[in-house]
């Protein structure tokens, strides 16, 4: 007989809703087959993992399964009475087949049980943490964030009954003062934005075990395939896969991965958020991902030795990236990223933003656009841009000085970026 419930907690309380059923075996997630590719590695797992390959038609490659909602079967109405909703094929904003292809790919990438794809990346953050807070909850956060998590946190926790403090992202120390009685997440990027400071991921991850916290990381600046969280102890990995998952520019999304049981629990968020990825850009981004470490090896190489370039130029102030040695946490980057240093570069110019606006409008290479992670260089000022929801003192007080510019470094020819940049510069300053 099926029980009637007042409220949200007699239902958790009771435990009998699916959401909170330990006793229900878990699955690592929606699939059509089981393709991680485990074993492998990241350049395998990018062109293999997921893919659908239809038995009936011989067809290679996952189809577009463009479709909103799919012929009710007896193991759909079961799903549907067991609440598992999110195992079967219903309508495509609980799933459809090219989000459990893409999820797959993301979940290998991962060492994930499970992922989810989003329409944005801030639909995966609003909802995950939507999803994982509760009414009174308090998150520590970082104030070097990605301005529309900023805004969500700052803005909209406060409507829900939550709070936020943000701290420094690389002083364990001002993060711990910073945890209260409710605090329940600590959520931080792993690089920040635009000044690539390093959160110390295991003395992070050691914080939340300490206090019993979840550990959420953005991972969008470095990608799975220059560190896997998850293996590091993070709860969730979000990934805004507008970027380099993507990386080609040409749509949004995001993703959220980590244990079945906790990405279970984002689901239904989801569904109240609605936020679900289209099947032609689940699609896009499956196919994109096939070449996702091909281009990662690239965006790094490219990055560290323009980086070295940049900062051995006269009219080159200063050079923020974690692989060259006058990085400030450039120990920590050696031993927590090994090398894989990321794509993204930031520098400041001499003379300001007067002269960074110039610069932008000489280069021929690299667009002026905001956004990052695409197979073309990218470059934009982030006090006009990313950071631009910040007042002036908030971004000097985070190190946004006059004159610093974004670069996300492509997967051009490198001598050709190098020969660009100095063009520009020889015009600027000669
Ligand atoms: C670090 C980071 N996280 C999240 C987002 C939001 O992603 P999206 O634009 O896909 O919603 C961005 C966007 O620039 C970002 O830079």
């Known amino acids: 007989m099926k029980k009637s419930y007042q409220n949200i907690e007699d239902k958790r309380k009771d435990g009998s809703v699916w959401f909170n059923d330990l006793k229900r075996k878990r699955e690592s997630?929606?699939?059509?087959?089981?393709?991680?590719?485990?074993?492998?590695?990241?350049?395998?797992?990018?062109?293999?993992?997921?893919?659908?390959?239809?038995?009936?038609?011989?067809?290679?490659?996952?189809?577009i399964f463009q479709c909103s909602t799919f012929y009710l079967s007896e193991a759909s109405y079961e799903a549907i009475e067991e609440g598992r909703g999110r195992d079967e094929m219903i309508y495509t904003r609980y799933g459809n087949p090219s989000q459990w292809s893409v999820q797959e790919k993301i979940s290998s990438l991962e060492n994930a049980e499970s992922s989810i794809v989003f329409s944005s990346g801030m639909a995966a953050i609003s909802s995950t943490l939507l999803a994982i807070l509760d009414k009174g909850s308090h998150v520590v956060s970082s104030r070097d964030i990605y301005g529309g998590t900023y805004n969500f946190l700052y803005e909209d926790l406060d409507r829900y009954g939550m709070s936020v403090t943000f701290t420094s992202p690389t002083s364990i120390d001002e993060i711990e003062a910073a945890i209260q009685?409710?605090?329940?997440?600590?959520?931080?990027?792993?690089?920040?934005?635009?000044?690539?400071?390093?959160?110390?991921?295991?003395?992070?991850?050691?914080?939340?075990?300490?206090?019993?916290?979840?550990?959420?990381?953005?991972?969008?600046?470095?990608?799975?395939?220059?560190?896997?969280?998850?293996?590091?102890?993070?709860?969730?990995?979000?990934?805004?896969?507008?970027?380099?998952?993507?990386?080609?520019?040409?749509?949004i999304g995001g993703t959220v991965s980590g244990s079945r049981k906790l990405v279970d629990r984002i689901w239904p968020q989801l569904l109240k958020n609605g936020g679900s990825m289209d099947p032609h850009a689940c699609?896009?981004?499956?196919?994109s991902l096939k070449t996702f470490a091909l281009r990662m090896r690239t965006h790094n190489s490219n990055a560290l030795d323009l980086a070295t370039y940049l900062e051995n130029h006269p009219k080159i102030k200063k050079v923020y990236y974690p692989g060259l040695a006058s990085h400030e946490q450039h120990e920590l980057a050696t031993t927590q990223l090994k090398g894989k240093y990321s794509g993204m570069i930031s520098f400041?110019?001499?003379?300001?933003?007067?002269?960074?606006?110039?610069?932008?409008?000489?280069?021929?290479?690299?667009?002026?656009?905001?956004?990052?992670?695409?197979?073309?260089?990218?470059?934009?000022?982030?006090?006009?841009?990313?950071?631009?929801?910040?007042?002036?003192?908030?971004?000097?007080?985070?190190?946004?000085?006059?004159?610093?510019?974004?670069?996300?470094?492509?997967?051009?020819?490198?001598?050709?970026?190098?020969?660009?940049?100095?063009?520009?510069?020889?015009?600027?300053?000669?």
Request: no cysteine; aromatic share 6%; glycine share 8%.
């Open 29 to 63: 997630g929606p699939k059509l087959q089981h393709k991680r590719y485990t074993e492998f590695g990241d350049s395998t797992k990018s062109v293999h993992a997921g893919q659908y390959d239809d038995q009936k038609t011989g067809a290679l490659g996952t189809p």
């Open 181 to 251: 009685e409710n605090t329940k997440v600590l959520y931080f990027e792993a690089l920040t934005n635009p000044l690539l400071k390093i959160v110390p991921i295991e003395r992070l991850v050691a914080l939340g075990k300490k206090y019993n916290l979840r550990v959420i990381i953005d991972n969008t600046f470095l990608t799975p395939y220059n560190i896997k969280m998850l293996d590091l102890g993070v709860d969730l990995v979000i990934n805004s896969a507008t970027k380099y998952l993507n990386g080609h520019s040409d749509l």
């Open 283 to 287: 699609f896009l981004l499956e196919r």
């Open 348 to 430: 400041e110019i001499e003379g300001g933003d007067a002269i960074a606006h110039t610069l932008l409008k000489t280069l021929k290479l690299p667009k002026e656009a905001t956004s990052l992670g695409g197979v073309e260089s990218l470059i934009s000022l982030p006090y006009n841009t990313s950071q631009a929801s910040l007042t002036k003192e908030q971004q000097k007080a985070i190190g946004i000085n006059d004159g610093l510019i974004r670069l996300s470094v492509g997967v051009e020819d490198i001598a050709d970026l190098i020969f660009d940049i100095e063009q520009a510069l020889i015009k600027i300053f000669k």
